[in-house]
């Protein structure tokens, strides 16, 4: 039987992140994916400044200038009509990009079978077998993979979970979000646009341009008991016709069929591990819940379950320090970021913060920065975190 250190199922950046750092501590791996690359996942395709220190550290570099669009400011609209340009530094690195999926999971898959990985396309977990002292990973008509470790990177609905008895009954994500590629016409459609929409709080619309001159709109909403998906259908089939959305897009050409996905983002609550598996990015549920961005969060993940791994130990000593690392690194983030989910559900409160955020130059700047991640969300509640890690100077690739 082939048999590896680790077997990881899923190619998205938790996998391929996880695959890099075990394969950088000289930890060798096996990576499956269903999916042959490159392949589309229904996303916004926006990196925060957190992706892009994580994309950096794997040794990543941006693609072609047509492929990555560099974003220097956002546009936000309040739900009361107010409109706020946030900028973020220039010159210093990169903060913010947007790139499609289909171009950024494959350059990682790349990186991650040049640095020694061995990935599996087209290839399908279907169960495990855990023997004495190790674990047989069964895959769909090919041959078992004998491996110690299991990482499951296989998204919101993860397999190995669900094999492993360890989903929860009913859970259908947090967040319900739809997206869809577009040409636009309209001029201020080059720019990244978020607007909070009152019948959407806590939740959003955003339009982020991309490089070959497309955008990528969508909407994401919490997922609540009175929201139906024919509800959510409706809001989809008439987003663009809001006037000031449509100011902005101009006439728009559809790319494509729109793709409606869950997000996961309860990491402080979900099981981490179980057995021989560690769960990463959607399938630990790690998005943050303020924004429902999770590819950063996936990357790091990742990261945190290949140098657990690497470090050695039985498979509980192994469990517990990745369970420790992503308590420290990212639970009080999350559970600030949940708090303000929470009263960003209020309109008042979203327009009064946005009033706020709008009434200097170094509120704009370090809030743009904050909202992207280029600090960690409760940086300024948790004292042990401040050191130049933490407040970084410039941006990735600089
Ligand atoms: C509409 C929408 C917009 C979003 N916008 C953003 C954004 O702008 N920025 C951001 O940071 N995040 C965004 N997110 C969240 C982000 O897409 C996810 O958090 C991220 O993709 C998680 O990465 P992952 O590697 O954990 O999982 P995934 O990217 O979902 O990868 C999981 C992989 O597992 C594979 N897999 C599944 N089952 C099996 C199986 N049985 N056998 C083998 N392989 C399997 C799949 O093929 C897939 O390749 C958005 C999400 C949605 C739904």
């Keep these: 039987m082939i048999s590896a250190d680790i077997v990881i199922v899923g190619a998205g950046p938790a996998g391929t992140s996880a695959a890099i ?36 550290l794997l040794g990543f570099e941006p693609p072609a200038e047509e492929q990555w669009q560099t974003i220097n400011g956002i546009q936000i609209r309040s739900p009361n009509g107010r409109e706020i340009r946030l900028q973020l530094p220039q010159g210093r690195g990169e903060y913010a990009a947007v790139v499609p999926r289909s171009v950024l999971d494959s350059q990682l898959v790349d990186l991650a079978s040049s640095a020694g990985a061995e ?28 491996t110690r470790n299991l990482v499951a990177a296989d998204g919101m609905w993860s397999p190995v979970r669900k094999s492993l008895g360890a989903a929860k009954q009913s859970y259908l994500g947090d967040w319900h979000a739809f997206r869809q590629y577009f040409t636009a016409t309209g001029n201020r459609s080059r720019d990244l646009w978020v607007w909070f929409e009152p019948d959407l709080l806590p939740g959003y619309a955003w339009s982020f341009p991309l490089a070959d001159g497309k955008v990528n709109v969508g909407f994401g909403v919490m997922r609540k008991e009175n929201l139906k998906g024919r509800d959510l259908q409706e809001i989809w089939a008439n987003l663009l016709d809001r006037p000031h959305i449509r100011e902005v897009l101009g006439s728009t050409v559809p790319e494509g069929p729109y793709k409606a996905w869950p997000i996961p983002a309860r990491l402080t609550s979900m099981l981490l591990h179980t057995g021989p598996a560690l769960f990463v990015g959607d399938a630990a549920a790690a998005a943050d819940p303020m924004t429902g961005e999770g590819i950063g969060q996936a990357l790091e993940t990742g990261r945190l379950a290949a140098t657990a791994i690497a470090e050695g130990g039985t498979l509980k000593e192994i469990a517990k320090e990745y369970e420790r690392s992503v308590r420290r690194s990212m639970h009080s983030d999350h559970r600030l970021a949940r708090a303000l989910n929470t009263a960003l559900s209020h309109e008042r409160i979203t327009n009064a913060s946005l009033k706020i955020i709008n009434s200097s130059d170094w509120s704009r700047r370090h809030f743009a920065r ?27 690739w600089k």
Excluded at 26 to 51: E, M, N, Q, Y
Excluded at 120 to 145: A, C, P
């Design 21 to 56: 750092h075990a394969a950088k501590s000289g930890v060798s791996s096996i990576v499956i994916d269903k999916a042959h690359f490159p392949r589309d996942k229904c996303c916004g395709d926006g990196l925060t400044a957190l992706a892009l220190r994580e994309l950096e």
């Design 119 to 146: 990935i599996r396309q087209g290839t399908v977990f279907k169960g495990i077998t855990n023997k004495n002292d190790y674990t047989e990973v069964l895959i769909e008509g090919q041959e078992s993979i004998k």
């Design 370 to 396: 904050w909202m992207f991640e280029d600090y960690p969300r409760a940086v300024m509640l948790t004292p042990r975190r401040w050191n130049r890690a933490s407040f970084p100077l410039t941006g990735s």
